[in-house]
């Protein structure tokens, strides 16, 4: 990989630190009046997710991380691989649990999932935004409160465990906000 | 063209705020009988300091044919110099200056600069007419004042007058920075990193801050203290996360000044940069005669972002280089 110089830090930029690729979040050049200029830059660790503060001294560079996100479509799990396929080439990749981590619990067969590849390895799945799931177990007892005071924890297919309001009911399919992890929506 | 940049980084709210600044400050000037004086953007000199990149250009015309190389000033110091040489007296300006390499959330490359000089002012006379600007400008409270020595020992209880190099390098290491320290050689880089990182986000928060007597090595042009030769007449001030201003008691010996330069180039040889020819002019004059006196350069775009509580310079400049 090439040598970035500070010069060329921005946001997204991938680059190699401790041995990890990380990507930068923000560059801000602190400079005295009179004296050395320096970098100081957010970053995330792609591997284990960290955001760290790391200064560099302007005009120093530091090694290119090879990283790309690729978007593919999740197909199944042979419970020790997630094989996901590229929907043009059909060409397809396994992660394995490191590089799902948590966001295993919301993968959904043929959504569409980023691929984070580090030397052309996957390294992290990202899901969409949004996704549907059908939820398995939920207290079915309480109904009647449409508002929804604090709601009540449901299972998924997946096992991810949601707060739901409490007129939802098992066999029904909620939107959810991967993000958050928070109920979204049912949907019809 | 709708996705050309067209409109000002500034609000037009902002800019009339930025006016009133600036007649604000000529008033101020003007009370205090310094009067406002204009000197060349360009020049055919330029500064030796290792940290400043100058942008440079020619002017090719009548008895020029061949070209004369021309630099935009990173600071009006030298031309006031030799106007103060030359028996102006007390004298401000309000100029461009222009710093290549520099861009950022306090920086874009061209930038507005107050400078003024008082004839017969120590550096402390000085910051006291500072800190009234200020007050004027800001309506803030009196300025604390704290020696270099002092924030270093009260933040970091260090003495950066007296630590060695590998124990500075130990004290970077503990705050993060051992992948800078390994490859420094000297001390000043190191005590720069941890003043602008450690220090500065902790001084002048509430009330502005003048950190004076800054070590000799950092001198710049500023005469050394006649009582300890280990620190130099140079301040600056701290306003709420950002460095505002850099004054000096001015150096007025030629001999010493030029042997400063010198010793900027060897640095510049060490570092692969490439040498500045000393500016003569400004030498001669020193050498005819630089009357006792103090000066200060203030960043007015920052004092701007102050006054209108902004986070960005481009936020009070009619349009950033983005723009330009």
């Known amino acids: 990989m090439a040598n970035y110089s500070t010069n060329e830090f921005k946001g997204g930029l991938k680059i190699m630190i401790d041995g990890e690729p990380c990507t930068i979040l923000e560059n801000e050049m602190v400079k005295p009046g009179k004296g050395q200029a320096f970098n100081r ?20 560079s530091v090694e290119g991380a090879d990283v790309m996100e690729t978007d593919l479509a999740y197909l199944y799990t042979d419970g020790e691989f997630w094989h996901f396929m590229n929907n043009d080439t059909f060409e397809q990749i396994a992660a394995d649990e490191k590089a799902l981590g948590d966001n295993v619990k919301w993968l959904v067969e043929n959504d569409v999932c980023t691929i984070t590849l580090w030397n052309g390895n996957p390294i992290a799945v990202t899901p969409p935004n949004f996704v549907e799931l059908e939820i398995t177990d939920t207290d079915p007892g309480l109904k009647g409160d449409t508002a929804g005071t604090g709601g009540k924890p449901a299972t998924l297919t997946t096992g991810a465990v949601v707060r739901v309001p409490l007129f939802v009911q098992i066999g029904e399919v909620i939107k959810v906000d991967t993000r958050t992890g928070e109920y979204v929506s049912r949907v019809k | 063209m709708n996705e050309v940049k067209w409109a000002p980084s500034a609000q037009i709210e902002t800019l009339k705020q930025r006016a009133a600044v600036l007649a604000s400050i000529r008033s101020f000037f003007a009370e205090r009988d310094v009067y406002e004086v204009e000197t060349p953007s360009l020049s055919q000199a330029s500064v030796t300091d290792v940290h400043l990149a100058t942008f440079s250009t020619q002017f090719v015309g009548p008895s020029y044919a061949q070209g004369l190389p021309l630099y935009l000033q990173t600071s009006p110091e030298f031309a006031m110099k030799r106007l103060l040489a030359a028996g102006s007296g007390a004298i401000y300006q309000i100029s461009k200056a222009f710093r290549n390499e520099e861009s950022g959330r306090h920086h874009n490359p061209e930038f507005t600069m107050l400078e003024w000089y008082r004839p017969g002012f120590d550096e402390h006379l000085l910051m006291d007419e500072i800190d009234a600007l200020m007050q004027c400008i800001l ?5 604390q004042r704290i020696s270099y020595q002092a924030a270093f020992q009260q933040y970091l209880s260090i003495d950066p007058l007296t630590i060695e190099l590998e124990s500075l390098k ?19 880089p190191l005590l720069q990193l941890l003043f602008c990182m450690e220090i500065e986000p902790q001084i002048g928060q509430d009330i502005p801050c003048f950190v004076y007597h800054f070590p000799a090595s950092q001198a710049a042009l500023a005469k050394l203290n006649e009582q300890d030769k280990r620190v130099a007449g140079r301040f600056e001030l701290y306003y709420k996360g950002m460095e505002l ?33 000393k500016d003569m002019r400004f030498l001669a004059a020193l050498d005819q005669g630089l009357p006792n006196c103090a000066g200060v350069a203030l960043g007015i775009d920052r004092l701007v972002m102050l006054a209108t509580d902004k986070r960005e310079i481009k936020e009070v400049i009619a349009f950033d280089i983005e723009r330009a």
Do not use: H, W
């Open chain 1, 41 to 60: 830059v957010k970053i995330r660790k792609l591997i284990s997710g960290k955001v760290l503060e790391k200064t560099f001294k302007s005009g120093d």
């Open chain 2, 139 to 143: 309506s803030c409270d009196k300025a």
């Open chain 2, 170 to 188: 130990a004290v970077c290491a503990e705050y993060g920075y051992k992948d800078i320290a390994d490859e420094e050689t000297t001390i000043d």
């Open chain 2, 245 to 277: 201003a850099n004054g000096f008691n001015e150096l007025t010996d030629a001999e010493e000044q030029s042997k400063r330069f010198d010793e900027d180039n060897l640095q510049r040889q060490q570092m692969n940069l490439p040498t500045v020819d």
